[in-house]
């Protein structure tokens, strides 16, 4: 995202945006749905996602990949995910010491729901590193890329909207009207990388963009959240940027009343947090994102057939910079990103590892061969890894040409 200027936190903007949520919190609890459970978690009350995590998930039978659910957490370092808290930034800025957490419990939704029934990629001492083609390492270009499946020439924050057909794209054109395609998002500027053409795409983007929000307000409930994330000061964001604490709860809400074939959500706390070198709150922002990955997959347990054709995916724009604050082309380490995969025909086998650097381009392409949009090819340049090994299954060939990709 494009860092903001040099202004030190605000307690009332913090304020106001704890008592907004809070409301988010009181208005949906009548509901008994998941959103609530995300919105009290983004301020510390006690539950089981956070600190007393499910048992891990049996992975069970194979199930083809019919939907996607597509997570976009900004600017998170592949070192936070899979090494844990970074003592010295904790010693650093004085970070309580509660927050010094090895990976499985700063994000133990993440590694009992996602690395131990799918696939994580980009870890040390797993082969090569995984990364953002770049040149310059920041939001947009990663969005797009990663969206599109190719580097697409973008190196500022202000490109104009993507030349070239997103994976959003291609669900919209092959989706009846009642097969919902949705792109739900922190940063508004996310709008200009999702799609070429937005017709048909139910987008609510930052605090008053996507021009198709008022489809949302058909619900009562997630017509009061678009509401009061209007209402929301951006802090930590700038501009029109909508804090994590509504945009979650909001797209959790279309999961439950709409079945989408495909969601986009972009969250950004993280990247905001650590642009204002604020390390413990990019800690608990990224704890909140793992809250609701926790809550997302809950949610899909219970949601029969769709839920279990429903392929998740977890990534990040970009990395950071090795002094935390900044990322881009003049900070190559911020090159470095991470993703993780579960759900659908994704198989069950943890840590991924390749003789080849992948990149967030590569994330698209698998996902059409796991949907049977396109076959796949020795020359594509597709996560093999991810795709099941399942011998009624003609992709089954492509992963053990590659077979070296799983250690």
């Not at 709409?258 to 972009?266: E, N, S």
């Not at 950004?268 to 809550?295: K, M, P, V």
Request: hydrophobic letters at 40%; a negative charge; charged letters at 20%.
């Amino acid at each position: 995202m494009i860092p903001p200027h040099n202004t030190s936190q605000s307690t009332v903007a913090r304020t106001a945006l704890t008592a907004a949520a809070l409301v988010v919190l009181m208005t949906t609890a009548h509901c008994g749905s998941t959103e609530t459970m995300a919105a009290q978690r983004f301020f510390g009350v006690p539950a089981r996602s956070l600190d007393q995590p499910d048992k891990p998930v049996a992975t069970g039978s194979w199930h083809p990949t019919r939907q996607v659910i597509f997570i976009a957490i900004d600017g998170v370092r592949w070192q936070d995910v899979y090494q844990g808290a970074d003592p010295k930034l904790v010693d650093d800025q004085a970070v309580p010491d509660e927050l010094l957490l090895p990976p499985e419990r700063l994000l133990p939704n993440l590694y009992r729901r996602v690395v131990a029934r799918g696939v994580a990629l980009g870890a040390p001492g797993h082969g090569a590193p995984m990364l953002a083609s770049g040149p310059n390492f920041i939001s947009l270009p990663g969005y797009m890329e990663m969206l599109s499946g190719a580097p697409s020439g973008c190196t500022r924050n202000d490109c104009d909207r993507i030349k070239t057909p997103t994976i959003v794209d291609e669900f919209r054109s092959r989706s009846s009207p009642r097969d919902h395609v949705a792109v739900f998002s922190s940063w508004e500027a996310i709008d200009r990388a999702a799609a070429m053409d937005t017709e048909g795409i139910v987008m609510s983007t930052g605090r008053h963009g996507g021009a198709s929000r008022d489809m949302l307000r058909e619900d009562p409930v997630t017509s009061e959240l678009i509401d009061l994330g209007e209402a929301a000061p951006a802090f930590p964001g700038e501009y029109d940027y909508r804090p994590d604490a509504f945009t979650a709860p909001i797209a959790l809400r279309y999961l439950v009343t709409h079945r989408p074939r495909f969601m986009f959500i972009g969250l950004g706390d993280t990247d905001e947090w650590g642009h204002r070198n604020d390390y413990q709150s990019y800690l608990q922002a990224l704890r909140y994102c793992d809250a609701f990955i926790g809550d997302l997959l809950r949610t899909l347990d219970t949601m029969g057939e769709y839920g279990a054709t429903t392929t998740v995916v977890i990534t990040t724009d970009h990395g950071r910079s090795a002094r935390f604050t900044s990322h881009g082309g003049e900070h190559a380490e911020s090159g470095q990103v991470w993703m993780m995969a579960v759900g659908g025909s994704v198989p069950a086998r943890g840590f991924l590892a390749s003789d080849r650097p992948h990149r967030l381009a590569d994330i698209t392409p698998t996902l059409r061969v796991l949907l049977g949009f396109s076959e796949p090819s020795s020359n594509a340049s597709i996560i093999a890894g991810m795709l099941p090994p399942d011998p009624r299954d003609q992709r089954s060939q492509l992963v053990a040409r590659s077979s070296t990709e799983v250690r």
